[in-house]
């Protein structure tokens, strides 16, 4: 049946800043940054990243305005810029922009658990993983999903049996680090590698990150949108 809505959605796609990357014209390279002087929990969750992310690397932001960084990454031929923030030393939040031109998403974040951590807890290879999108439906959610897919090559290495998981349910995000663990011919199971945490989406923002002057394609507005428990933007 035709469906003009998810028509509209895929020459949207076709065309947004994210096309490069799902036309193999760019291979992602992802630069990881923190607050200035980040908690030792901020840092092993910067860490924990750079090792399930292929082609990423954790700096030193020093004391750089983030609207000053975006041009030097770009220069560097970085596609993506994670900026994980904090509070009480404890990470709760993470900036995700798609460089050159946005967009830029805001999440929370909790429940930040380190793979180490994680009981029977696997160990982590350089092997390139699959990426597994689940239960985003909405026109807002395929960007999210696309911006999140951005962040890994698109050709996984399944020698490693490596997959990561950004699953949607309700509107919370929940990231998940796994290994195929094949018991016979006929059973498989999961084996978790870590880390795990949950993201709950704050903001879009059109371009790259400008907190004064940027164009919101959605804001999450918590007297206006969290009226019913079966309304999700996801």
Same mark, same amino acid.
């Given at each position: ?41 901020? !840092?092993?969750?910067? @860490?924990? /990243?750079?090792?399930?992310? +292929?082609? #990423?690397?954790?700096?030193?932001? *020093? %004391? ?77 959610? !395929?960007?999210?999903? @696309?911006? /999140?897919?951005?962040?890994? +090559?698109? #050709?996984?290495?399944?020698?490693? *049996? %490596? ?72």
């Amino acid at each position: 049946m035709f469906c003009p809505i998810m028509t509209k959605v895929a020459e949207d796609e076709a065309n947004d800043e994210m096309s490069a990357y799902f036309n193999r014209l760019t291979t992602p390279k992802i630069v990881i940054i923190s607050e200035e002087r980040p908690s030792n929990r901020t !840092h092993l969750l910067m @860490r924990e /990243l750079s090792q399930c992310i +292929p082609n #990423s690397e954790v700096r030193d932001r *020093r %004391k750089s305005d983030i609207k000053k960084i975006i041009p030097k990454a770009i220069e560097l031929d970085y596609t993506d810029m994670i900026v994980v923030n904090e509070d009480h030393k404890e990470p709760n939040g993470l900036l995700l922009i798609h460089l050159p031109n946005g967009p830029t998403a805001y999440f929370r974040l909790s429940n930040f658990k380190r793979g180490r951590h994680i009981r029977g807890h696997g160990r982590n290879t350089g092997h390139v993983p699959e990426v597994i999108l689940n239960n985003f439906t909405t026109r807002l959610g !395929h960007t999210v999903a @696309r911006m /999140l897919a951005c962040l890994f +090559p698109q #050709s996984p290495q399944f020698k490693g *049996r %490596k997959a990561v998981t950004f699953h949607n349910q309700r509107d919370y995000i929940f990231f998940r680090h796994h290994r195929y663990m094949f018991k016979n011919a006929k059973k498989a199971g999961l084996q978790e590698i870590g880390p795990r945490f949950t993201l709950k989406l704050r903001s879009l923002q059109k371009g790259t990150f400008d907190s004064k002057f940027g164009e919101y394609i959605w804001k999450h507005k918590r007297r206006q949108m969290d009226t019913s428990r079966r309304r999700f933007h996801l």
